[in-house]
């Protein structure tokens, strides 16, 4: 697990330059605080930081072939990298170390570009190819580790995180007027946009191979939806779900260095303890987040976690997370983020891997069971769409106009609001957006609209179902939440601020082969009449008791809302004033000014919208104002801008 960076001169044979390539190595420093290495060579330059897992004797890199003609640089873990050693060796390749990257560049000698098919785990890697004079990028199946990239005509440069690029004088830092529309719509950046103008993601399942004709991008994989032809019956699914789902927990805990899990105390992160502690000989060390403050007690989630800590007997520790640190640790979310998602959980995300860090080098997640097995309410609310497509056009409007002037019910005017689109892909993207279709044209000025030239949603949506195979309306919504919520929101957030503490995070659900099981499985294994994740929830019904099983869904709650009423009140309206919205010129000053006002009286929750436009100005602070510098240990809540 590391960071990784670089550049390529594709066009001219201008040799690189090693002080970019150490600013850029510097800038990604807290990811791998064990080690670093670079390649150097003409016009190539490779860079790696090292968290070290496994092989913390022999696993350095770059990583080299035999002759030295090909060099990698690799983030990630490769959990079937054992089976692949033994297949090469037996081929006549020769090791060098006991790691998991070297069998990609063994992988490569034999397939080439296709080395990506045999590989299950996950992985960002850049490979230069000497002979070729080609430079291979490489994006795990579901993007759980991020890769960027700038094209300046010339030349490529490349990193596991936007900041690293910006440290090239040559790369501009200009918003993407485009991708922060897209922000304001669905509370994150949609791949292969970044809020950077010039600066793109590669997207997961996907290759880029960059060589003296340019930059060319090749999709490797993708999620099918079509019924698995056995896996006709829950019995038989289960049957087939159990084993690969225990291996895929097994696989994740291969490491050389002390390691835990986070434990919410929901279905999938007490799933996940539940395996692990059947394989581990100690207790898992735990860690799960609570709330201090007065009053935020009902959103905090302890004691489900308490309850399967006690329950397998781990070492649990906690964390506790009052108002201050939400004022004090936003800036440096933000800054470890690259761009804002506008998420009220994402300080107590970096809390507890904070606390975890300190403990462990590595824990296990239960992230993506939801977009597996259909775990969020909106996955039943959209199969009342073609009731509400049957209604008169108008009927539909004029509900959710109306439900807007109800007070609270927050959840039930979101899906009157979405299922009043008909338009499938635009009702998708207002399943509890950021600001609504309707609400946003309030919300920009006439600049920022200049800006966009009037466009307010981009294509994402329509490109993903116009090319899913999944057939009916729970499949078709969860290949999209594959293909954008988890991995451009969820995971974004989870490598970054993990690895903001120096802790790897590995996610047992999103093994490529358990997602395609699941992708496989009939939609009413997943959403029952309203019951949602019923199948998960039957195999998971030997180890965890109902109270778990059967607990309603929160999420990641978090009191932010009530905070922006008090103790956060000023923090906000310091951040959101009339002065800083005009200043910036792409809001509506009076707009912003209500959202404040309405959510303090308590006339009306705008906690997602408040947060959103708090990390917004926050972005542009850290990244648009002011050059950040690269000090990635400074003190918690000190500014980073330069």
């Avoid at 490779?46 to 690799?74: C, H, K, Y």
């Avoid at 440096?332 to 506008?342: E, G, K, N, S, T």
């Avoid at 209604?391 to 009157?416: N, V, Y």
Wanted: with cysteine; charged share 25%; hydrophobic share 40%.
């Amino acid at each position: 697990m590391c960071g990784i960076c670089g550049s390529v001169h594709y066009a001219t044979p201008t040799a690189a330059d090693p002080g970019i390539l150490d600013a850029m190595l510097q800038a990604i420093g807290h990811r791998g605080p064990d080690d670093d290495g670079r390649y150097l060579q003409g016009p190539v330059a490779l860079g790696m930081r090292r968290l070290s897992i496994i092989d913390l004797a022999t696993g350095q890199q770059p990583i080299s072939n035999e002759d030295r003609s090909l060099i990698l640089v690799f983030n990630g873990e490769i959990y079937n990298y054992r089976e692949l050693r033994r297949r090469l060796r037996a081929a006549g390749h020769r090791f060098r170390s006991e790691g998991d990257g070297e069998v990609i560049v063994h992988l490569y000698e034999e397939h080439g570009e296709d080395c990506v098919q045999h590989l299950r785990g996950m992985f960002g890697f850049a490979l230069w190819d000497q002979r070729r004079q080609r430079l291979l990028l490489a994006r795990d199946r579901m993007g759980i580790k991020p890769l960027y990239y700038a094209d300046t005509g010339d030349r490529l440069l490349f990193g596991s995180e936007i900041k690293s690029l910006l440290q090239d004088p040559k790369v501009p830092r200009q918003p993407d007027y485009r991708a922060m529309s897209e922000y304001l719509s669905l509370r994150y950046v949609p791949a292969p946009l970044t809020l950077f103008e010039g600066i793109r993601a590669l997207p997961p399942g996907f290759t880029a191979t960059v060589d003296a004709k340019g930059l060319h991008l090749r999709r490797y994989w993708d999620l099918s939806y079509r019924a698995h032809p056995e896996l006709t019956t829950e019995a038989a699914a289960l049957e087939a779900l159990e084993p690969l789902f225990r291996e895929s927990v097994r696989l994740r805990l291969m490491s050389d260095v002390p390691f835990g899990a986070f434990l919410s105390g929901g279905v999938d992160s007490s799933a996940v303890v539940a395996v692990m502690t059947e394989y581990l000989d100690a207790p898992v060390k735990t860690f799960a987040v609570g709330y201090a403050d007065q009053g935020a007690e009902r959103f905090s989630e302890l004691p489900y976690a308490r309850q399967v800590a006690r329950q397998f007997g781990t070492d649990h520790q906690e964390v506790m997370l009052r108002a201050d640190d939400f004022v004090d640790l936003s800036e440096r979310v933000i800054w470890h983020l690259d761009q804002p998602i506008a998420d009220a959980a994402l300080v107590a995300y970096h809390r507890v891997c904070e606390a975890a860090g300190r403990e462990v080098k590595m824990v296990l997640t239960g992230e993506g069971g939801d977009e597996l097995f259909a775990g969020y309410g909106r996955y039943a609310g959209e199969r009342l769409a073609p009731l509400c497509n049957a209604l008169p056009p108008a009927l539909t409007r004029l509900s959710a106009s109306a439900s807007r002037l109800l007070p609270g019910l927050r959840r039930p005017k979101l899906m009157l609001q979405a299922l009043s689109y008909r338009d499938e892909a635009q009702r998708l993207r207002n399943w509890f957006p950021l600001f609504d279709d309707r609400r946003k044209p309030g919300l920009l000025s006439a600049d920022f609209l200049d800006l966009v030239a009037g466009e307010l949603t981009g294509p994402a949506f329509h490109e993903h179902l116009a090319r899913t195979d999944a057939d009916g309306a729970l499949h078709r919504m969860l290949y999209v939440d594959n293909k954008v919520y988890l991995p451009d929101c969820l995971l974004a957030r989870g490598d970054k601020l993990s690895m903001a503490s120096s802790l790897e995070a590995r996610v047992p659900f999103l093994d490529h082969q358990l997602v395609e099981l699941a992708a496989s499985l009939p939609a009413h294994f997943k959403l029952k009449g309203w019951t949602r994740k019923h199948l998960l929830k039957q195999l998971c019904a030997k180890w965890l008791p109902d109270s778990i099983l059967h607990r309603k869904k929160e999420g990641f709650p978090v009191p932010v809302g009530v905070w922006l009423r008090g103790p956060a009140r000023d923090f906000a309206h310091d951040l959101l004033g009339p002065e800083t919205i005009a200043r910036r010129g792409l809001f509506d000053a009076g707009f912003v000014a209500r959202l404040l006002d309405e959510h303090a009286r308590g006339s009306e929750d705008h906690t997602s919208m408040i947060v959103g436009l708090i990390n917004l100005e926050l972005w542009h602070r850290l990244y648009i104002d002011a050059a950040p510098t690269v000090a990635a240990n400074a003190p918690l809540g000190q500014s980073r801008a330069a």
